[in-house]
């Protein structure tokens, strides 16, 4: 079964800190993964995706990820993070044509 | 561009009325999707087109639901009659190609509240 797991509903982080967002996933093949940022009252925005090749991925605002097959994870990653990150972070899978599946995502809380 | 469009924004209304949600996908992109976002489930897939045909609409709940793509540049989710465990934000999104891995772009979302 095609699945995507967040295990942190929240996490809250001092302005400066670096962050980690986790993210596991289900899939037999390898899949094409994404992080998607939903700021408060807004769609969803991506960050970044993996489809194959190099593992680090590289993305907006200075988010990367990091794909490793043999722990079927997909961390997102950002080594200095500011107020303006605080949002719903959202890790998703492709698995087939176009459907996508969400994890439950992680909601970040910055302290000044 | 001016992105995915969603109207209305905000919607209230009672339960046993009609609803319809309106999309507007980014020109060009041949793919569309509706989502509906709560609390309890997450963002859930309810259905997707592509070159305006229902390719998949396993995801709409129950028959209340249906969803319309007359041409590439409109689509609508209706629902009736509504009930309130219908309220969420119900998103749409559009892609360029269809197949695995292509980026979906999202609307703002419209809340829907059902009392």
């Known amino acids: 079964a095609q699945s995507v797991t967040q295990p942190d509903i929240h996490i809250t982080v001092s302005e400066g800190a670096s962050l980690e967002l986790r993210c596991n996933y289900s899939?037999?093949?390898?899949?094409?993964l994404f992080w998607y940022v939903q700021s408060p009252g807004q769609g969803l925005q991506l960050l970044l995706k993996?489809?194959?090749?190099?593992?680090l991925v590289q993305g907006i605002k200075g988010f990367e990820a990091e794909f490793k097959r043999s722990q079927s994870s997909f961390n997102l990653r950002k080594p200095s993070v500011h107020w303006s990150d605080a949002a719903e972070y959202f890790c998703?899978?492709?698995?087939?044509?176009?459907?996508?599946?969400f994890g439950a995502g992680t909601r970040l809380a910055v302290h000044p | 561009d001016a992105g995915v469009i969603q109207s209305p924004r905000h919607e209230v209304t009672e339960m046993g009325q009609e609803v319809t949600l309106r999309c507007k996908p980014i020109?060009?992109?041949?793919?569309l999707f509706w989502y509906r976002q709560t609390m309890m489930r997450g963002l859930e897939l309810l259905i997707y087109?592509?070159?305006?045909?229902?390719?998949?609409d396993s995801g709409m709940p129950e028959d209340r639901f249906s969803a319309k793509m007359p041409n590439a540049s409109f689509s609508t989710l209706k629902i009736q009659p509504s009930e309130p465990r219908d309220s969420a934000v119900y998103f749409c999104?559009?892609?360029?190609?269809?197949?695995?891995?292509?980026?979906?772009?999202f609307g703002p979302g419209t809340r829907l509240t059902v009392l």
């Open positions: 993996y489809f194959s090749g190099d593992t």
């Open positions: 899939y037999g093949a390898t899949p094409y």
């Open positions: 999104a559009s892609s360029p190609l269809a197949g695995g891995g292509n980026e979906q772009f």
């Open positions: 998703v899978l492709s698995g087939g044509y176009n459907k996508l599946i």
């Open positions: 087109f592509n070159n305006n045909v229902p390719i998949d």
């Open positions: 020109s060009g992109h041949n793919s």
